[in-house]
């Protein structure tokens, strides 16, 4: 039987990680790779680690624990402000985490206490996308706060851009970020190791130079595997934008009029279709539906194919212009968008074969 697949260009990510973490390294910047968007599956952690990012990062505390389970030993930092609920689990198996609330890194301390370590921290700063982190004019009290921790040691500060607000990072709201790094040795004489930048959407400001002196690393997972920048709306030139492609099965092929023929309903999601007349087409149904992917994150490789819709199973597609002579049993190819690959990676029906590494 051949099951829908994820194919997966080892050798894409880890020149895509090595791009990456030579044009940064060339600034004085390091690298997380970001393991979230595939759910850390192994062979491309290892892939981005071969590539030479200096350490790894993941948003879900469940993704870490495996990755320490099937023996990475290098710094994991947790992306997502942890959970006061789990506190145990991310000093057992996080490097270091990101955290924007006080209650929770006191309980980080006090279990880091109880286990005879110390617990790394990053303070998030809020500087204007309204996600995770500190206000700019809280941020002095509560380094104060940290400080007298005994358990966790304050790492440095970081920022995340462009998720929530769109807020694009730039000289300013980067400048902020090191001028609070300043304040804090200077006010408080604590010194810190690591300004973190924000993601992908950093990588224009690395292009351009134009990243403050003093921010020194950047957390990266879509640019690595997509080789795009969403939130500035790119293709970065320099990297591959192929390295995963999604397969699926043909399993009808049939000439059928472009407007259902009947009084319309709703569809399994509950909403009215709405179709235009464009006469009889071919149209072909693949076994892949909106269990396996989030249908908005795939993209045709073929720019000559349509996708109509999908239901939990069967994904339509008009295949009339198709500059290939489609037949039942053959296979369609997609490219994705982070999207995509953040729900087609998890899906246990789609099997992820890999190339090269
Ligand atoms: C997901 C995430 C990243 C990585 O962002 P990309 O745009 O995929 O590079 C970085 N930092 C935090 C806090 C994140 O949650």
Redesign the pocket.
């Known amino acids: 039987m051949v099951s829908s697949s994820l194919d997966i260009d080892l050798d894409k990510i880890r020149y895509n990680a090595a791009q990456v973490k030579q044009m940064c390294q060339q600034q004085g910047i390091a690298v997380l790779g970001?393991t979230?968007?595939f759910s850390a599956i192994p062979e491309i952690v290892s892939a981005m680690l071969a590539g030479g990012v200096d350490g790894l990062?993941d948003?879900r505390m469940e993704n870490i624990v495996e990755l320490r389970n099937v023996g990475f030993d290098q710094p994991i930092t947790l992306?997502?402000i942890p959970r006061l609920s789990n506190v145990k689990n991310v000093v057992r198996y996080a490097t270091i985490s990101?955290n924007s609330e006080i209650t929770v890194i006191k309980a980080l301390a006090e279990e880091a206490k109880k286990l005879h370590t110390q617990h790394q921290v990053v303070l998030m700063i809020d500087v204007g996308d309204l996600r995770e982190g500190v206000m700019e004019e809280h941020v002095l009290e509560t380094v104060n706060q940290i400080s007298h921790l005994q358990g966790v040691k304050l790492l440095g500060l970081g920022t995340?851009m462009?998720?929530f607000g769109g807020v694009l990072p730039s000289i300013d709201n980067l400048g902020r970020l090191v001028e609070l790094g300043n304040s804090i040795q200077n006010q408080l004489g604590i010194q810190l190791e690591i300004i973190s930048g924000?993601?992908?959407?950093t990588l224009s400001l690395v292009e351009d130079q134009k990243v403050p002196a003093g921010v020194n690393q950047l957390?990266?997972?879509?640019?690595i595997l997509l080789g795009t920048d969403s939130t500035n709306q790119r293709r970065i030139p320099w990297l591959c934008d192929d390295a995963f492609l999604l397969r699926a099965e043909v399993i009808e092929l049939k000439d059928k009029p472009s407007v259902p023929i009947g009084d319309i309903g709703r569809d399994a999601f509950g909403k009215v279709p709405q179709f235009t007349d464009v006469g009889v087409r071919k149209r072909a149904i693949l076994a892949l539906g909106k269990q396996d992917v989030i249908i908005e994150g795939i993209i045709p490789v073929d720019e000559n194919l349509k996708i109509l819709g999908a239901s939990s199973d069967h994904l339509i597609i008009d295949v009339t212009d198709s500059s290939t002579n489609i037949q039942v049993g053959d296979s369609v190819s997609f490219r994705l968008t982070?999207s995509g690959i953040l729900s087609a990676s998890q899906s246990r029906y789609i099997s992820k074969k890999f190339r090269g590494g």
């Open positions: 970001v979230k968007g990062a948003a992306l997502r990101v995340n462009g998720c924000g993601g992908t959407s957390r990266i997972g879509e640019g982070y």
